[in-house]
């Protein structure tokens, strides 16, 4: 590391030349900041960028989105409910164009699914409660 006061390469707590001391944090504020802007895949700053959970807005309740599947799945009352508003709408008009016949058996598996899965998310892609 080098010496603020006299930039000689310093390795111990205090220069050698000048006796100054050595500060351990500017130094290290320098690399995370050249380690974020690099594209390096295995750089150990970019994976905690990475493997940031989203931030909750809404929080979506499991229990409530299973038996909106089970009970009005054929509306595609779920998938409204946890945002995915395209399957909802293909659900209901599916409801609409087949009677319900398929829509109904689609609603009742994806409440299975939501009530049996601890891994399910919403469209914001949070984790249901
Ligand atoms: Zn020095």
Same mark, same amino acid.
């Given at each position: 590391?080098?010496? *603020?006061?006299? $930039?000689? !390469?310093?390795?111990?707590?205090?220069?050698?030349?000048?006796? @100054?001391?050595?500060?351990?944090?500017? *130094?290290?504020?320098?690399?995370? %900041?050249?380690?974020?802007?690099?594209?390096?895949?295995?750089?150990?700053?970019?994976?905690?960028? %990475? #493997?940031? !959970? *989203?931030?909750? %807005?809404?929080?979506?309740?499991?229990?409530?989105?299973?038996?909106?599947?089970?009970?009005?799945?054929?509306? /595609?009352?779920? #998938?409204?409910?946890?945002?995915?508003?395209?399957?909802?709408?293909?659900?209901?008009?599916?409801?609409?164009?087949? $009677?319900?016949?398929?829509?109904?058996?689609? /609603?009742?598996?994806?409440?299975?699914?939501?009530? @049996? @899965? @601890?891994?399910?998310?919403?469209?914001?892609?949070?984790?249901?409660?």
């Amino acid at each position: 590391m080098k010496c *603020p006061n006299c $930039a000689a !390469e310093v390795t111990g707590r205090f220069c050698e030349y000048c006796g @100054s001391e050595m500060k351990q944090e500017a *130094p290290q504020i320098i690399n995370i %900041t050249n380690n974020y802007y690099s594209d390096a895949p295995n750089d150990r700053i970019d994976r905690n960028f %990475t #493997n940031v !959970e *989203p931030i909750p %807005t809404t929080q979506h309740y499991k229990l409530l989105a299973g038996i909106l599947g089970l009970t009005l799945g054929f509306i /595609g009352a779920h #998938n409204f409910y946890l945002g995915y508003k395209k399957r909802a709408i293909i659900q209901l008009l599916l409801t609409i164009f087949s $009677a319900g016949t398929i829509s109904i058996i689609w /609603g009742i598996i994806e409440g299975f699914i939501i009530l @049996s @899965s @601890s891994t399910y998310r919403d469209a914001n892609g949070n984790l249901l409660k």
